[in-house]
C-alpha cells in the first residue's frame, strides 16, 4: 500500500482579507495541501518564504507596497516553491513579466475558489496553469517579447566597447559627469559616445536608451568592462 503523499505547503499572499481567508480555509480543508503561511504584502510574503519553505506561493498582483513583480522574481532567487499569480483580467502584461519573472500559473480574479485549488494542486505537481482565456495573449507576448530581444542584442552588436560602457552606467541612472568619472573620460567624450549609441539604436533620447536596455532585457550582457 503507497504512502500517501504529504499536503503541499502553500504560502498566500493575497491582499483583500476576505480572499485570504476564504481561499486559506478552502486549502485547511483539503488533504492533499495546507496553507503553512500567508502575507499581506510583498516583504511579508518574501519573509514567510524564507521561514516556512512553501512548495507553492500564491501571489497576488496587487499586493500593496511593492512591486509584484519583483516579489517573484525574489521569491525565485530564495526559494524552490512553484509560483502562481493572482490578477485582473488586464493585468495581461503584468502577468508575463511575472512568468519572465518565475512564476508558472497565471489565473485571474474571476477564477473560482475551487479552479484556483485545482490550480495549486496541479502547479505543487510540477504542471504549469494559464487561464485559457489567457492563453493566446500570453503566448504571443512571450514570442513577441522574445523577437525584440534577438532585434536588440543584434543592434546592441554595432555598438563599440565604450557605446556599450556609456549606455549601461546611463541605463543605470548615472549623469554624464558621473559616467566620465567612472570611466575616467571626459564629459564630451560622454555625449559623443551617447549619440553614437542613439544614432545606431534608432533612439532620441537617455530615456528612450534607459527604457530600451530595461526593457529588452540587455542590460545584463552590457557590463562595463573598463
Do not use: W, Y
Request: glycine letters at 4%; charged letters at 25%; aromatic letters at 2%.
Amino acid at each position: 500500500m503507497e504512502t500517501p503523499a504529504p499536503p503541499a505547503n502553500i504560502l498566500v499572499a493575497v491582499a483583500q482579507p476576505v480572499l485570504r481567508e476564504a481561499l486559506t480555509t478552502l486549502l485547511e480543508r483539503d488533504p492533499r495541501m495546507t496553507a503553512s503561511s500567508v502575507a499581506a504584502d510583498g516583504a511579508s510574503a518574501v519573509f514567510e518564504a524564507d521561514r516556512e519553505t512553501p512548495d507553492v506561493a500564491i501571489v497576488d498582483l496587487q499586493l500593496p507596497n511593492c512591486d509584484p513583480v519583483r516579489t517573484v522574481r525574489e521569491l525565485r532567487d530564495r526559494t524552490d516553491c512553484q509560483i502562481l499569480v493572482l490578477g485582473d483580467a488586464e493585468d495581461g502584461e503584468t502577468f508575463v513579466d511575472a512568468i519572465e519573472a518565475g512564476a508558472r500559473a497565471c489565473l485571474t480574479r474571476d477564477t473560482s475558489l475551487e479552479q484556483l485549488l485545482e490550480a495549486t494542486v496541479a502547479l505543487s505537481n510540477g504542471e504549469s496553469v494559464i487561464e485559457r482565456g489567457m492563453l493566446g495573449q500570453v503566448l504571443t507576448s512571450l514570442v513577441e517579447r522574445q523577437q525584440e530581444r534577438e532585434t536588440a542584442r543584434r543592434v546592441v552588436s554595432t555598438l563599440t566597447r565604450r557605446e556599450r560602457e556609456v549606455l549601461v552606467l546611463v541605463a543605470s541612472g548615472q549623469d554624464n559627469e558621473q559616467v566620465a568619472r567612472t570611466l575616467v573620460i571626459s564629459p564630451e567624450t560622454v555625449r559623443t559616445h551617447m549619440q553614437n549609441a542613439l544614432a545606431k539604436l534608432g533612439l532620441h533620447s537617455r530615456l528612450e536608451a534607459a527604457s530600451f536596455v530595461i526593457r529588452t532585457g540587455v542590460l545584463d550582457e552590457l557590463e562595463p568592462t573598463g
